[in-house]
């Protein structure tokens, strides 16, 4: 790999936010926190101006399958046109697909334009709580979309979104798709460590990223990024990624809700749904070690 994007991916729901005001404060080195509208990794690479601008042709013109099949040439663009202007800084760029291929079996993310994948992974019986918040649906309607296969965003091909089809899968899917390709560097990042040791996780990512280390900067970063500021921000500006059903992007920040939520009928189908990569990751589904570690 020799491209110049840095894709921050993630299922819905699992800290990629929260990781990207983390690294524009840390990149920025401001003296003040940076805005929650203003923040790199963005926009996201399903957005459809993205395509719009770097194909010549309108995607309301084309299938969701023509669509998918133009994807990797504007990552290959992108990534190229970064390493001709020589930036010094990679570039970071949010994703939620899980790592699919066109009808063509070429890679929707192309290896060529990736310099690294950092991945946020969380707890599924949290992120259900949390993607049940954010699309306003019910908490077992969230549970069935982490385990349908053919769970998809903005997957009617009549409807013109600011954001393409995205396939997600399943969540341990998603989590497999990302984590076992070949060929691709990938640093994965769990949302509870992230939450335990916020700076240590940021300059994990910050080296995996090929950016110089300093720990007052780190410090500075997470400070800046504190949940309470996010909440406020929002309560302030609103927040232009908040989905309309949701009343608020920045929730909770927390992890294990999912304990008093969710039924036990909910729990069960969650770890029979995932529990191998559940257990891989340290997300115990037996009932004397349900804590994260």
């Known amino acids: 790999m020799n491209g110049a994007v840095i894709w921050l ?11 990207r005001v983390l690294l524009t404060n840390y990149v920025q080195d401001g003296e003040t926190p940076v805005s929650v509208n203003e923040l790199s990794g963005g926009p996201i690479a399903s957005a459809r101006q993205l395509l719009d601008d770097n194909v010549g ?7 969701q399958d023509e669509i998918e099949r133009l994807r990797p040439y504007v990552y290959e663009r992108i990534s190229d046109r970064i390493v001709e202007e ?3 800084r990679p570039v970071f760029l949010k994703v939620h697909d899980a790592y699919t291929r066109t009808s063509e079996g070429v890679p ?5 334009a990736t310099a690294g994948v950092v991945y946020l992974l969380r707890d599924p019986r949290d992120v259900a709580v949390s993607y049940a918040h954010h699309a306003g649906i019910g908490v077992g309607e ?26 997600l899968s399943t969540w ?3 989590v497999a798709s990302w984590t076992t390709e070949p060929g691709l560097r990938v640093l994965t990042v769990r949302y509870e460590d992230l939450l335990a040791d916020t700076g240590a996780a940021l300059a994990a990512v910050v080296r995996f990223s090929g950016l110089d280390v300093d720990a007052d900067r780190i410090a500075k970063a997470v400070e800046f990024s504190r949940f309470e500021e996010l909440r406020a921000q929002e309560s302030a500006e609103g927040f232009q990624e908040r989905q309309p059903k949701a009343p608020m992007f920045f929730r909770q920040g927390s992890s294990g809700t999912w304990r008093s939520v969710l039924s036990p009928e909910h729990v069960a189908k969650l770890e029979g749904d995932h529990a191998e990569a ?5 997300y115990s589904t ?3 070690g349900r804590m994260t570690p």
């Open 108 to 112: 929707l993310i192309p290896k060529r």
């Open 286 to 288: 037996q009932p004397e």
């Open 9 to 19: 991916a993630s299922y819905p729901k699992s800290g990629n936010t929260w990781m």
């Open 278 to 282: 559940m257990e891989r990751f340290g």
């Open 172 to 174: 341990s899917g998603h």
């Open 86 to 88: 020589g930036s010094p």
């Open 142 to 167: 969230a549970v069935d979309a982490l385990g349908n296969p053919n769970h998809a965003f903005f997957d009617r091909a009549s409807t013109i979104n600011e954001q393409l089809r995205q396939r």
């Open 57 to 63: 042709i309108e995607g309301s013109d084309l299938t």
